[in-house]
């Protein structure tokens, strides 16, 4: 009896350990919210590799350089719902409205003008919300 009593409170709390950094690992793998910083490669182009599914584009946050041109590689991953990709801001010469497919799309582009801009899911089905208000947008950003 006093052998289990002691036992008992010392496997709950190594279950409440194991459970409580299987929850905080997953949460840091999920999350991936860190700002991608683009590089400029050797090429002089800022290289950017987007992955989209249901919903979501990831990273959603891309910050690239002004007046540096860039190449958005965007795939969609497996899944049968279809998305698209709006990145539009006519006074940094970014004009992009395409779907998108399994095969990867490449998108080039220079910016002219900095600051925040959203890129989003334009699909959406019925009277079901838009992709979008699934959460599936991001921000370009673009600094000086
Ligand atoms: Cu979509």
Same mark, same amino acid.
Request: with cysteine; charged share 20%; proline share 6%.
């Given at each position: ?12 709390? #190594? ?71 709006? #990145? ?11 779907? #998108? ?24 089905? #019925? ?18």
């Amino acid at each position: 009896m006093k052998l289990q009593g002691f036992l008992f409170p010392r496997f709950l709390s #190594l279950l409440l350990a194991l459970v409580i950094s299987f929850t905080a690992g997953g949460v840091a793998a999920q999350s991936g919210n860190e700002p991608y910083r683009a590089a400029i490669g050797s090429d002089g182009v800022q290289h950017v590799n987007i992955l989209a599914g249901d919903y979501f584009f990831r990273p959603r946050h891309i910050i690239v350089k002004v007046n540096v041109p860039v190449m958005l590689v965007v795939r969609v991953e497996q899944g049968v719902i279809p998305h698209g990709l709006v #990145l539009k801001v006519p006074k940094a010469n970014i004009s992009i409205d395409e779907d #998108l497919g399994r095969e990867s799309q490449t998108f080039t582009f220079t910016p002219t003008a900095s600051g925040k801009y959203a890129f989003y899911c334009p699909k959406k089905l #019925l009277f079901f919300k838009s992709h979008r208000e699934h959460g599936m947008e991001g921000i370009l950003e673009i600094v000086e």
